[in-house]
């Protein structure tokens, strides 16, 4: 039989498999409103059917087929950290399972809900607490959106510097909670690189607060606890990350390349050289064709470079550049292309679009060393190109590192019967990371785990990183009530 991208038997990805109609008994609705106040606990609203899920594909193709998830029993907006200890603590001890939610961007099954599940909406925790300009650090209530976290910095003329796609849809502190990563990383960093402090209320009900410095060396490091997390360890309530002041000048620089090798090969010479482009994105032949129509050319990958910081950095940088990518046999490209990518970086259509026409597709994210991208990238097109129906198999680079890279790729399919795009896609998924990890590659850069990944940590970690990891969760959380069913492989 085959395997779905979960590992699992194929169309059982992760948690799809209807869940038990359990229900929740109405005395605990009752506490919840006691405990925060009845206008913060929702039982019969709209928001109720928009919260069930997140992005996920397969969960926006049931609702389309008329299989989607339930409601869950009631949706609970905490104002302060007070409101959701009492949540927390009603929940645990009602063995309830929580659910965090920030503004539900994630694209892995990371949400999913029953009748007797409380789904903790944190939006309405989007307070600017602090903007410490002498320090560069800026403090925000975990369910602020990023553009709107980005906009308060800007009156100060600040910036973030970590700016995933998901900017306009996605909280601060669900960048933490998936470990993101920014279009600009490679100069500023993911993440994990600005965040210098959290507060997250954890499975118990108490409180963690880090200390806000720039480097300690007191033990193991607890905000590492919660990056990545998936709401399974606590709930974030605030985040203070490290900040940077906007850039003097912003340039660009493209190049042509023969093909992906030839830009993979560019690209380490720049970073492995000291220079660090904040972007740095290839595009293979059918990508670059797809997406820069009007720049594109020939059957080589396409590179953008954006420059910013000091002016004399800028320049000095984007000559540097020039230079080895002539060593490269680069070929220098219309700047149009770059900005072109700057002013639509976060316009994509939506999944929805293509499901309602029968086109089942989504993006995969990986990393690897730069001894192993180059067969990942073989492998996994090839090994897509082979799938029933496949319209497009393609991949670009966005995140680059001294030792390393990441590929994003793309898949599209149109089965001939609907009922099979489910099927496709988990063939899709397995194909993409089977390849991947075959090549010793990392199953997710940037976009978490969820269900989708779930059974793939075995892969990932181990027997023995599970084990740890399931260790973890067990101390912090024994009933197993925050967020159940993510991250972590059942036994």
Not at 303 to 317: D, F, I, S, Y
Request: aromatic share 6%; hydrophobic share 40%.
């Amino acid at each position: 039989m085959s395997k779905s991208a979960c590992g699992r038997a194929e169309g059982s990805c992760g948690d799809r498999e209807p869940m038990k109609e359990r229900q929740m008994p109405s005395s605990i609705i009752e506490k919840l409103k006691q405990e925060v106040g009845a206008g913060k606990v929702i039982t019969n609203s709209q928001l109720l059917n928009d919260r069930r899920h997140d992005y996920w594909v397969l969960s926006q193709l049931e609702d389309l087929q008329d299989r989607g998830a339930p409601r869950p029993a009631c949706i609970v907006q905490p104002t302060e950290t007070k409101d959701v200890i009492s949540v927390v603590n009603a929940c645990r001890e009602t063995s309830t399972p929580l659910v965090p939610f920030g503004l539900g961007s994630g694209v892995c099954g990371g949400i999913k809900v029953d009748p007797a599940t409380v789904l903790l909406d944190m939006s309405s925790m989007n307070r600017v607490l602090r903007i410490d300009v002498d320090n560069l650090l800026a403090t925000f209530e975990a369910g602020l959106r990023g553009a709107d976290a980005e906009a308060a910095l800007a009156k100060r003329g600040l910036m973030l510097g970590h700016y995933p796609q998901s900017m306009d849809v996605s909280s601060v502190g669900g960048w933490v909670a998936t470990r993101s990563a920014g279009q600009f990383s490679t100069a500023y960093g993911n993440i994990e690189d600005i965040l210098l402090g959290l507060e997250v209320v954890l499975p118990n009900g108490k409180v963690l607060e880090t200390r806000l410095t720039p480097r300690a060396s007191t033990g193991p490091d607890l905000r590492q606890l919660f990056l990545g997390s998936e709401g399974t360890l606590g709930v974030i309530t605030s985040v203070t990350f490290s900040v940077r002041w906007q850039p003097e000048k912003r340039d660009y620089s493209v190049y042509y390349l023969p093909n992906m090798d030839a830009g993979f090969d560019l690209q380490r010479a720049i970073i492995q050289s000291g220079w660090t482009p904040p972007v740095m994105r290839q595009y293979d032949t059918s990508e670059a064709w797809r997406l820069f129509p009007d720049q594109a050319k020939g059957d080589g990958a396409l590179l953008l470079l954006v420059h910013e910081g000091p002016a004399a950095r800028v320049e000095t940088e984007k000559a540097a550049c020039a230079a080895l990518a002539a060593e490269a046999h680069g070929e220098a490209g219309p700047v149009a292309a770059g900005e072109k990518w700057m002013a639509e970086r976060n316009e994509v259509p939506t999944f929805e679009s293509f499901l309602k026409k029968g086109v089942i597709l989504d993006t995969i994210e990986i990393a690897a060393t730069w001894d192993r991208i180059r067969p990942i990238y073989r492998d996994v097109v090839a090994s897509l190109s082979e799938v029933e129906n496949i319209l497009n198999a393609s991949a670009h680079s966005s995140h680059a590192y001294r030792s390393g890279i990441n590929l994003y790729f793309t898949f599209a399919a149109r089965p001939d019967d609907s009922k099979d795009m489910a099927r496709t896609y988990e063939e899709c998924w397995r194909r993409t990371l089977e390849a991947t990890a075959a090549n010793g590659g990392g199953i997710s850069h940037h976009h978490g785990i969820g269900r989708l990944r779930r059974d793939w940590m075995r892969r990932e970690l181990g027997a023995t990183g599970v084990e740890l990891l399931r260790s973890i969760k067990h101390a912090l959380d024994p009933t197993n009530f925050m967020n159940p069913g993510v991250l972590i492989p059942n036994e």
